[in-house]
């Protein structure tokens, strides 16, 4: 392994995100950075805000983990569980592996859907927008066999063969799009889906140990790893994002390695090939946080799930932003649109991972609990995701964030 390859797998883990967003939350405190001042006193209304919505939200501060399981419950209904429920494998290994095939699949789906698309639910008769609307469009693409190369024996299944020729008009269909409901980065989504499956079919030692070839084959391959019936979530989401990272577009790499969702910014410095570079991960964190549950429900303890970062994306971010803890120092960028990779953006992600950590602490301290009864995946759910959006919804009418971001599908 040559030195660069070496320092692109340093970039490929939970830590690294943490000690770089770290690095750059100190740059802010320091007043050293190009786009944001920081005000480390107004972290204490966050916190006061996302404590409230946690106790209203969850009385009984009994939070589940952040992740994508919670989008499928709608009106108390887990729609999911209906669905598994019905479904003919009671084997406890092929569950897992259908609710791996549901959830790389649906992670991948779920990366903004712009202010103005919804998705009609045909079982509530409401629609839903955002997270939850793409969450149950992708459900219901999944009951119906979508993704099955056999949708009348086996629909509950995501195949490679199938996920490999998905074409837009597909995505189109079941996320309900047309000329008065555009999603945004529906062209992303297509193309991430069909490197998922072109992954798979070239993988097999890694997505068809037991079965042809699928996401839901990632579910052995971790287990393969477990020691004693534990695996550490930093591990999942090191494999994740070694294994996976092929079927992200075009973007940074070092060493012949793809570096995933991270991006440079002249702040950051190392003293090896990775300086200037500030690795992110949030879709691969999500997916690692929605693994979590099918891992424990087939028998698997996953340790260490706070080595997890908090998620950049917008809503965790224009909580800090919408609170005055960030300010841009030229207010007229939040009149402009800016690309993902573009310093400010990255800016504001890098400060928002290392302020989770902050808003954690405080917030544990509102409610009462230490970091083993309210880990981090759990304030993200109490917490500051639904704090974020309630803000958004109260300064602006459309309920987007204070930051515009031009979104491919891929990032948020």
């Known amino acids: 392994m040559n030195a660069d390859t070496a320092a692109a797998l340093s970039l490929l883990n939970a830590a690294a995100v943490r000690a770089r967003a770290n690095r750059m939350l100190s740059l802010g405190l320091d007043d050293r950075l190009p786009h944001f001042r920081v005000d480390p006193v107004r972290l204490d209304e966050a916190a006061d805000l996302v404590a409230a919505v946690t106790r209203k939200s969850y009385p009984s501060l009994d939070v589940p983990f952040h992740s994508r399981w919670r989008h499928f419950v709608v009106d108390g209904t887990d729609r999911y569980q209906m669905l598994a429920d019905r479904s003919p494998a009671h084997d406890r290994t092929e569950r897992a592996r259908t609710a791996f095939d549901l959830a790389i699949v649906s992670v991948l789906l779920d990366a903004g859907a712009g202010a103005r ?39 509950l299944r995501a195949d490679a063969t199938v996920l490999a020729q998905v074409d837009i008009a597909t995505l189109a269909d079941g996320f309900q799009v047309g000329p008065d409901n555009p999603l945004v980065g529906l062209q992303g989504r297509a193309q991430l889906l069909r490197a998922l499956g072109r992954l798979a079919l070239a993988r097999p030692e890694i997505f068809g140990r037991a079965d042809i070839p699928r996401p839901g084959g990632f579910f052995d391959h971790l287990a393969a790893k477990a020691d004693n019936g534990a695996i550490p979530a930093p591990l999942i989401l090191s494999e994740l994002l070694q294994q996976f990272g092929s079927i992200w577009p075009s973007r940074l790499s ?159």
């Not at 919804?118 to 693409?141: H, I, N, P, V």
């Not at 999944?142 to 009348?152: E, T, V």
């Not at 012949?256 to 950051?268: F, N, R, S, T, Y």
């Open 254 to 412: 070092l060493g012949g390695v793809p570096l995933g969702d991270c991006w440079h910014h002249p702040a950051i410095e190392a003293e090896d090939a990775t300086t200037g570079l500030l690795p992110l991960h949030k879709l691969s964190q999500w997916l690692t946080y929605s693994l979590v549950e099918p891992l424990q429900r087939a028998g698997f303890a996953v340790t260490d799930i706070d080595g997890l970062t908090g998620l950049a994306e917008y809503r965790n971010g224009g909580l800090f932003v919408d609170t005055g803890v960030l300010a841009l120092r030229d207010s007229d960028e939040a009149a402009r649109e800016h690309d993902v990779g573009s310093p400010l953006v990255v800016e504001w992600r890098a400060l928002t991972v290392a302020l989770l950590d902050r808003l954690a602490s405080a917030v544990r301290a509102r409610l009462n609990k230490d970091a083993s009864d309210l880990p981090l995946g759990k304030i993200l759910q109490g917490g500051s995701w639904m704090a974020g959006r309630e803000l958004a919804f109260a300064s602006r009418t459309d309920g987007s964030a204070p930051i515009k971001v031009i979104s491919d599908g891929t990032v948020f």
């Open 117 to 155: 698309w919804r998705y009609r639910d045909a079982a509530s008769g409401r629609s839903f927008g955002r997270s939850e609307g793409l969450a149950l469009a992708s459900l219901d693409m999944f009951a119906r066999g979508i993704f099955s190369c056999d949708p009348q024996k086996s629909p």
